[in-house]
């Protein structure tokens, strides 16, 4: 797809914004981030609707180190996430295939918290029509002791990869010089400007191929 085998690896968000799926646009292999810390204010757990107003995921409590793939849904988790749903009209009268299929996946059986955070990703990257081979890090086998961006490397090189891209914001985590000398380009995405800071309103709109074309004119990548 892009000549050097490129990964990209990020935690799994709940319909983030469409800057998000650049990384997937841009890879070969996206690897969805499960064996790390879940951030409490972070993305994973909640979508941005319009300019402050979000739409979150009931989770149980659990303690502060627990680990993205150990997330649990809170006993009376679908309930509540049908009443925070109609506070947003959703699921609306599905006017688009795309449409639908989100709303049997907002209103269908929750299951495991990760797989339903997979699952977004997958259904949105389907709709994008983005094609990248989608992997979770926790069933790479990579030394567990590895932090930060050692672990990246270990996962990049465990899935043979040659170049690795990276979100604008991480700039501070990487050092090039250590992926340099595991053999691997580090790029990262150049801030998103695009139309669609929030993509599950506009999935569930009927500007799809401006949604399309605006992750894929947008991932471009610098050093």
């Known amino acids: 797809m892009t000549g050097k085998r490129t990964i990209a690896v990020m935690q799994p968000y709940f319909f983030p914004y469409a800057g998000y799926f650049r990384l997937l646009a841009a890879c070969d292999v996206f690897v969805i981030f499960d064996d790390v810390q879940f951030p409490r204010r972070g993305r994973v757990h909640r979508c941005q609707m319009s300019p402050g107003r979000w739409l979150t995921l009931p989770l149980a409590p659990m303690p502060f ?17 049908d009443k925070r749903l109609a506070v ?71 899935l043979g990869g040659q170049r690795y891209i990276n979100a604008p914001g991480g700039r501070s985590l990487y050092e090039a010089e250590a992926f340099r000398e595991a053999g691997i380009d580090l790029h990262f995405l150049v801030p998103y400007a695009g139309r669609f800071p929030y993509i599950l309103p506009a999935l569930c709109g009927d500007h799809l191929a401006d949604l399309r074309d605006d992750v894929r004119t947008t991932s471009r990548w610098t050093a």
Do not use: C, H
Request: charged share 25%.
């Open 88 to 158: 947003f009209g959703l699921p609306d009268r599905a006017a688009t295939p795309v449409s639908e299929r989100i709303s049997r996946y907002l209103t269908g059986p929750l299951g495991d918290m990760t797989g339903y955070l997979e699952e977004g990703l997958r259904l949105t990257a389907d709709a994008l029509d983005l094609e990248p081979e989608i992997l979770r890090s926790s069933n790479i086998d990579i030394d567990p002791t590895l932090r930060g961006q050692e672990r990246v490397i270990s996962i990049v090189q465990a």
């Open 65 to 81: 180190v627990t680990l993205i793939k150990n997330l649990r849904w809170a006993s009376d988790a679908r309930s509540t996430l």
